[in-house]
T-cell receptor, first 114, second 110 residues
């Protein structure tokens, strides 16, 4: 069964460093998402991406964050100058265009900022 | 921010009982509704989706949607200890954006 894959599964970084989280969405999907879940808290929407551009972003997704689809398969989330409060699980997700279809999540990238 | 509200729980039920999980949402423009299960440290996995008023059954799971009252619920029949997890309600808005509730933690006691 097709799945969303994410790398790395876990990354430890020093505060102030840049981090890139990578995702390979399901191949026929057109909408791509990044979500964040701080330990013990809810899944929070960061950004959605469609047709090679950001379609929507939350108030969390400030200038520190950026997304890119550098080729036909990868979808990346870059966090510049990481802060302690960026420590969280970051989930990539994707879905087809059909609004009746759900989003499918990757296994997540656990980011620890020290 | 569109609101999706869930009781955080924990909801404790004995094995074999029916577990009832509820969710309310704030935006009448919401189009589709989903229930996910999340085990600790894992990503959410889809249980069911529902778009029309009424009930939708899939095995031991039944989703119920009432758009007039803006609530969606999930019933789990014959609950098993393996059902112990956090259940997330998600709402699709504007054909693009999924909002998640904070989740209800379910404990099924053997």
């Amino acid at each position: 069964e097709p799945e969303v894959t994410q790398t790395p599964s876990h990354q430890v970084t020093q505060m102030g460093q840049e981090v890139i989280l990578r995702c390979v969405p399901i191949s026929n999907h057109l909408y791509f998402y990044w979500y964040r879940q701080i330990l013990g808290q809810k899944v929070e929407f960061l950004v959605s991406f469609y047709n090679n551009e950001i379609s929507e972003k939350s108030e969390i997704f400030d200038d520190q964050f950026s997304v890119e689809r550098p080729d036909g398969s990868n979808f990346t989330l870059k966090i510049r100058s990481t802060k302690l409060e960026d420590s969280a699980m970051y989930f990539c997700a994707s879905r087809t265009r059909d609004p009746g279809n759900t989003i499918y999540f990757g296994e997540g990238s656990w980011l620890t900022v020290v | 921010q569109k609101e999706v509200e869930q009781n955080s729980g924990p909801l404790s039920v004995p094995e074999g009982a029916i577990a009832s999980l509820n969710c309310t949402y704030s935006d009448r423009g919401s189009q589709s509704f989903f229930w996910y299960r999340q085990y600790s440290g894992k990503s959410p996995e889809l249980i069911m989706s529902i778009y029309s008023n009424g009930d939708k059954e899939d095995g031991r799971f039944t989703a119920q949607l009432n758009k007039a009252s803006q609530y969606v619920s999930l019933l789990i029949r014959d609950s098993q200890p393996s059902d112990s997890a956090t259940y997330l309600c998600a709402v699709l808005y504007n054909f693009n954006k999924f909002y998640f509730g904070s989740g209800t933690k379910l404990n099924v006691k053997p």
